[in-house]
């Protein structure tokens, strides 16, 4: 069984920044595209940024020139580094990890809070 387990939210100033990071671990398993994905209450969940195994990357417009995605695949570990953070920006954040272990599926964190705020 594969978990992806998330650190790193918390409560920051506007203008601050944070670092997340997403480890998956488990048992024979291989990671193909790792990422982030926000969610607000009401709303549906967003994409924030996604990294495949090559290190391609692909980020929302309203992150971009904010948010670093990166990976270390020998951690297989995902990170999002959150700069000039902006009260929009609060929010729970999943990770996300499309992985093949018994069977090629989406893998989810439970999720970490990030809030922005004065």
């Known amino acids: 069984q594969v978990q992806l387990v998330e650190s790193g939210g918390g409560l920051v100033q506007p203008g601050g920044s944070l670092r997340l990071s997403c480890a998956a671990s488990?048992?024979?398993?291989?990671?193909?595209?790792m990422g982030w994905y926000r969610q607000t209450p009401g709303k549906q969940r967003e994409l924030v940024a996604l990294?495949?195994?090559?290190?391609?990357?692909n980020y929302a417009d309203s992150v971009k020139g904010r948010f670093t995605i990166s990976r270390d695949n020998t951690k297989n570990t995902v990170y999002l580094q959150m700069n000039s953070l902006e009260p929009e920006d609060t929010a729970v954040y999943y990770c996300?990890?499309?992985?093949?272990?018994?069977?090629?599926?989406?893998?989810w964190g439970r999720g970490t809070q990030v809030t922005v705020s004065s």
């Open positions: 488990g048992t024979s398993f291989s990671l193909d595209t």
């Open positions: 996300y990890a499309d992985i093949l272990a018994t069977m090629r599926r989406a893998y």
């Open positions: 990294v495949t195994s090559t290190g391609r990357t």
